[in-house]
């Protein structure tokens, strides 16, 4: 609006004034000036603006003209700028040999990281100490004894219920890229000798959202921990029931929700891994369930994200809102765990269920 005005002033200014382009002037003048009277444009200098002999401005109406003519100026000067720089910032990075898909930007610091260092150090950022996510198999890697996990023979895959033409050709490129077949992996394994049930999701595929082949397998991982009579282990990471596949994807919050139940009533043990970030209908569901949770530091965690829940209440959160320490301190959740310690604490927690001996 502003803007719309001052071009029309600077058009307006060779020609000869109407009544209504003199009022214009007079109300931006007034809305740019502080309280006290004083122009908040600066100066006055009459020799930064082409006057005009016999022309009718008055002098408050020469220092709109005189901010305007500044602002044109400064502007043309970073657009200049930025023109020149352009060349020399593409010249600068063509020496560095930079090999593609080594490097890796840390989101918190910023610094530009080596991947293998980052692998090297549980994807956390050798810098910072940021966690990265973590694709499943490196979890599991993580978590379990080697060569110890077998996955559940569950070949199955979505009808795709809201018949979205784009929804397929996704899922399939994603496993291309991913070489996953779906958002989670569930399978039987070993923690330092303990077998257990596991079930590890995966960021990386739709963020890690609930479609009915997820909330299917995670049942049947529950189902199995049930008839194996084995602790049940959950490393949560989604953006919430995948909306590709509509209220679907909602009962797999109910699915999942009942069939812990019956780990429950069955006396069986569930241990739920919280990690960045667990949002939407898996944190209203299974996330939530544990009989343990735990998390990693930092971790986001939370139903709505803070802005959305920021407009709908219309009031601002407190700082720190939704992180694993503020849930921490308003008993969310049981403890935070660093990743270096999740396989000894885990191993421990299953210990104490049985009522061995592990210390704490
Ligand atoms: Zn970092």
Request: hydrophobic share 40%; proline share 4%; with cysteine.
């Given at each position: 609006m502003i803007h719309h005005l001052l071009v029309r002033i600077l058009i307006c200014r060779g020609k000869q004034r109407s009544?209504?382009?003199?009022?214009?002037?007079?109300?931006?003048?007034?809305?740019?000036?502080?309280?006290?009277?004083?122009?908040?444009v600066g100066p006055y200098r009459e020799n930064n603006i082409n006057t005009r002999r016999g022309d009718q401005w008055s002098p408050a109406q020469y220092k709109i003209l005189v901010y305007n003519n500044r602002i044109l100026k400064v502007r043309k000067m970073i657009v200049d700028k930025i023109k020149k720089r352009e060349p020399s910032a593409k010249n600068k990075t063509s020496n560095i040999d930079i090999p593609v898909g080594k490097w890796i930007k840390c989101d918190k610091?910023?610094?530009?990281?080596?991947?293998?260092?980052?692998?090297?150090?549980?994807?956390?950022?050798?810098?910072?100490?940021?966690?990265?996510?973590?694709?499943?198999n490196r979890r599991l890697k993580m978590i379990l004894d080697e060569d110890?996990?077998?996955?559940?023979?569950?070949?199955?895959d979505t009808n795709n219920p809201l018949e979205i033409e784009e929804y397929?050709?996704?899922?399939?490129?994603?496993?291309?890229?991913?070489?996953?077949?779906?958002?989670?992996?569930?399978?039987?394994?070993?923690?330092?000798?303990?077998?257990?049930?596991?079930?590890?999701?995966?960021?990386?595929?739709?963020?890690?959202?609930?479609?009915?082949?997820?909330?299917?397998?995670?049942?049947?991982?529950?189902?199995?921990?049930?008839?194996?009579?084995?602790?049940?282990?959950?490393?949560?990471v989604s953006g919430?029931?995948?909306?590709?596949?509509?209220?679907?994807?909602?009962?797999?919050?109910?699915?999942?929700?009942?069939?812990?139940?019956k780990l429950d009533e069955a006396g069986g043990l569930y241990i739920s891994v919280l990690t960045d970030p667990t949002y939407g209908g898996v944190t209203a569901s299974f996330a939530s369930l544990g009989d343990?949770?735990?998390?990693?530091?930092?971790?986001?965690?939370?139903?709505?994200?803070?802005?959305?829940?920021?407009?709908?209440?219309?009031?601002?959160?407190?700082?720190?809102?939704?992180?694993?320490?503020?849930?921490?301190?308003?008993?969310?959740?049981?403890?935070?765990?660093?990743r270096k310690d999740l396989k000894e604490t885990l191993y421990k927690l299953i210990q104490y269920h049985k009522g061995g001996s592990g210390n704490v």
């Open positions: 009544p209504d382009s003199t009022k214009m002037v007079e109300m931006l003048f007034q809305q740019n000036t502080r309280q006290n009277g004083r122009p908040m610091c910023k610094e530009i990281v080596y991947k293998d260092d980052v692998r090297e150090n549980l994807s956390i950022c050798p810098n910072c100490g940021h966690y990265f996510r973590m694709h499943i110890t996990y077998k996955k559940f023979d569950i070949n199955i397929p050709k996704k899922l399939k490129a994603l496993r291309e890229k991913t070489g996953l077949q779906e958002a989670v992996a569930c399978g039987t394994g070993k923690i330092n000798g303990e077998e257990v049930v596991i079930c590890v999701m995966d960021s990386g595929f739709m963020m890690g959202s609930m479609g009915v082949v997820v909330g299917e397998k995670i049942t049947y991982a529950i189902e199995q921990a049930i008839a194996l009579k084995l602790p049940l282990i959950i490393f949560c919430g029931a995948r909306m590709q596949e509509g209220i679907i994807s909602l009962m797999q919050m109910a699915k999942t929700t009942a069939a812990l139940t343990i949770v735990l998390a990693e530091p930092g971790a986001m965690i939370g139903f709505a994200g803070q802005r959305v829940i920021e407009q709908t209440i219309g009031e601002s959160l407190p700082e720190g809102f939704q992180t694993a320490e503020f849930l921490l301190e308003h008993g969310f959740i049981d403890k935070i765990v660093e």
